[in-house]
């Protein structure tokens, strides 16, 4: 089962959700339901680790993750 390891609010209100098993989401208030990250964002072909430990957000407004197994990323604001 997945539980919660870590919980941000944004500069924007946005909710991100960490979970041991099941990976990164962000809670999409107008719809009330959760959006999984499988994928980075940044890079689709690098898959997002399923154990997030940790979430921040940097100045630019930029989200950090950290992952047990496989260490930081980041996704921008813009995508790239």
């Known amino acids: 089962h997945d539980y919660v390891a ?3 609010t944004d500069g924007g ?3 991100w959700v ?3 098993g099941g990976g990164l989401a962000r809670f ?3 719809d009330e339901r959760f959006e999984r990250y499988t994928v980075d964002r940044n890079n ?3 898959r997002l680790n399923a154990y997030v430990s ?5 100045r630019q407004g930029n989200i950090w993750v950290g992952t047990w197994i496989a260490g930081m ?3 921008t604001r813009s995508g790239t």
Not at 54 to 58: G, K, L, M, N, P
């Open 28 to 30: 999409d208030q107008k």
């Open 54 to 58: 940790s979430i921040a957000e940097d």
């Open 13 to 15: 209100g946005e909710v």
């Open 6 to 8: 870590a919980l941000m």
């Open 18 to 20: 960490g979970t041991y």
């Open 44 to 46: 689709p072909a690098r």
């Open 73 to 75: 990323m980041v996704m």
